[in-house]
């Protein structure tokens, strides 16, 4: 369904996009699509003690290229600072219109619309202006959010849900905060609500922000 698709997928953060829609990703490169992650910050100064620089970077190189094998050349990492991407909007929004000129994509995964985090907000807002006439998925963080409306739901199954999983234990400075959503069983029970709602065992749910069929 998704072979020879260019998909683009936009993480505030390091770790966003694998948390996210990690079994999407899995799913697509599966079946055949062409991935692209941009990651906007890496987070430095959200390093716990003691952890060297460019840690989460690495990180996130083992979870893309490592565990989901995506080529070097479709990863695009920034330097902005974690917490003031509203600082910087305009450069962001130029960052972002660069890679749809370079890739352009048929689908962007981008944060919803929803999420309360200030970094997300920003690339979501910034996301609209670039790929305005773009087919546009809003994924769920649920934990910043008070509400998500999910409009579309991927399915995927127990192979996806373990990719996605094997890709954020990558992140081991994330797993030693041990925050209760950096989890296999947060991700599977989520991705089991999700499927339930559209009669399925697992998937992943998301806003439709933009369709263009």
């Known amino acids: 369904m998704y072979r020879n698709k260019l998909i683009l997928f936009i993480a505030p953060h390091t770790d966003d996009v694998e948390l996210g829609c990690g079994a999407t990703m899995a799913r697509f490169i599966e079946e055949g699509a062409e991935i692209h992650i941009a990651a906007f910050s890496t987070a430095e100064e ?3 003690d ?15 290229c490592g565990v989901l094998s995506l080529p070097l050349d479709r990863l695009y990492i920034y330097d902005y600072p974690v917490r003031r991407l509203s600082y910087h909007r305009q450069e962001v929004l130029e960052d972002l219109i660069k890679l749809r000129s370079k890739i352009k994509p048929d689908i962007v ?5 929803n999420d309360l985090h200030q970094d997300h907000q920003v690339l979501h807002n910034e996301a609209l202006r670039a790929f305005k006439d773009i087919t546009l998925f809003g994924y769920e963080l649920p934990w910043n959010h008070i509400e ?3 409009q579309a739901f991927i399915v995927v199954t127990e192979r996806h849900i373990q990719k996605k999983w094997q890709a954020m234990q990558q992140y081991k400075t ?6 209760p959503y950096f989890s296999y069983e947060f991700v599977e029970s989520l991705a089991r609500i999700r499927g339930i709602q559209v009669k399925e065992k697992y998937a992943e749910a998301f806003e439709i922000i933009r369709a263009k069929i």
Request: charge should be neutral; avoid cysteine.
């Open 50 to 64: 003691g952890a060297e620089p460019g840690t989460l970077k690495s990180e996130f190189m083992n979870a893309a």
């Open 148 to 150: 998500f409306s999910a």
């Open 109 to 113: 995964f981008t944060p919803s619309g």
């Open 174 to 179: 994330q797993l030693d905060l041990k925050r």
């Open 46 to 48: 959200s390093l716990p």
